[in-house]
């Protein structure tokens, strides 16, 4: 059951000598400077990563391709373009994307175009491809 009130304010004098004299173990000691290392290094990583995104705000705007941004940022386009695009950047009409991957499962493939994908993969001989956009789903399975 925890103390109440009355009875910490009771033992304020006791409980404050043995908090002034307490001494930890050395195994409890922690050296600060690297608790305050880390705090500063998170914070310096913050204000570089505010820069970044406004120096890219600043290529885009002066017409650079995300090619170029992504290759000064040592990253790919695509990864460029979703991590500083953001909502505010211009949609394509008709983007694609086609990444393939094999897997013990077989191969997939994506298609998107304007917001709308198709996703083909095939399973012991069966094709099975489902389309998807503006919340409908549809799947249409396929025997070799």
Do not use: C
């Not at 890219?56 to 090619?67: D, G, L």
Request: charged letters at 20%.
């Amino acid at each position: 059951m925890s103390p109440t009130l009355q009875e910490i304010l009771d033992n304020a004098e006791q409980l404050a000598d043995a908090a002034e004299a307490h001494e930890p173990a050395p195994a409890e000691e922690r050296d600060p400077a690297s608790w305050h290392a880390l705090r500063n290094a998170v914070a310096a990583r913050a204000t570089a990563d505010q820069q970044i995104t406004t120096a890219v705000q600043q290529m885009r705007e002066a017409k650079y391709s995300w090619a170029t941004i992504g290759g000064l940022l040592g990253t790919s386009a695509q990864a460029a373009q979703q991590r500083y695009g953001g909502s505010s950047a211009p949609a394509k009409s008709r983007a694609r994307t086609k990444p393939r991957t094999k897997a013990n499962l077989g191969v997939v493939e994506t298609v998107t175009f304007a917001g709308a994908a198709k996703v083909t993969s095939r399973n012991a001989g069966h094709r099975v491809t489902k389309h998807s956009g503006k919340g409908a789903v549809s799947q249409q399975v396929t025997k070799p």
